[in-house]
């Protein structure tokens, strides 16, 4: 009623249960591993050879991050807007019990956060400067380039920021 073989060793694991009529061992794995293969009770006919065992325990395989894609384009060209990015848990990927990858799958960021160009535009002109004996050569006006100013790369206001007109005054004296 012996079997001819001794017990077979079963890596990162350990006989469980063994009985004698039929001889038959059952294999369990060590704490902290996972059993995997549909067979891990084994039998030997007396004086034969043990039956094959398709079982294996592997250790746990903690997950790893893999790299970060590269960044989404950003949805917009100025004025800010957010896009991201993201990393799978694949390098390795859990398995057999181990833990699963620790932080954020995805990163969010403000992307072209510079204002949008704003093209300057002219104020109302001021009005004209009086024509006086002292001044009887022209009259004067004036705007400014501020409704609104231009910023972040946008065009200055076209034109001319002064005026003048000719006067003409009757009865000054000359001197």
Known sequence: SECSEPYPSLT???L????FSPITATYVCNSGYTGVGPVNKITCPPGGTWSAMSYTCYPPVHGGWGGWS????C?????????SRQRSCNNPSPNYGGNNCGGLS???????????????????????SECTCLNPVH?????????????????????????NKGCFISGCIPG
Request: proline residues 7%; negative net charge; hydrophobic residues 20%.
């Open 75 to 83: 949805p917009v060209t100025c004025g800010g807007g957010y896009h």
């Open 106 to 128: 995805n990163e969010t960021v403000a992307c072209n956060t510079d204002g949008c160009p704003i093209d300057g535009r002219w104020s109302l002109w001021s009005q004209w």
């Open 70 to 73: 590269a960044w989404e384009t």
């Open 12 to 14: 990162n694991g350990h």
């Open 16 to 19: 469980s249960v063994r009985t």
């Open 139 to 163: 009259a004067t006006r004036s705007r400014s380039c501020n409704n609104p100013t231009p910023m972040y790369g946008g065009l200055p206001c076209a034109g001319d920021s002064t005026e």
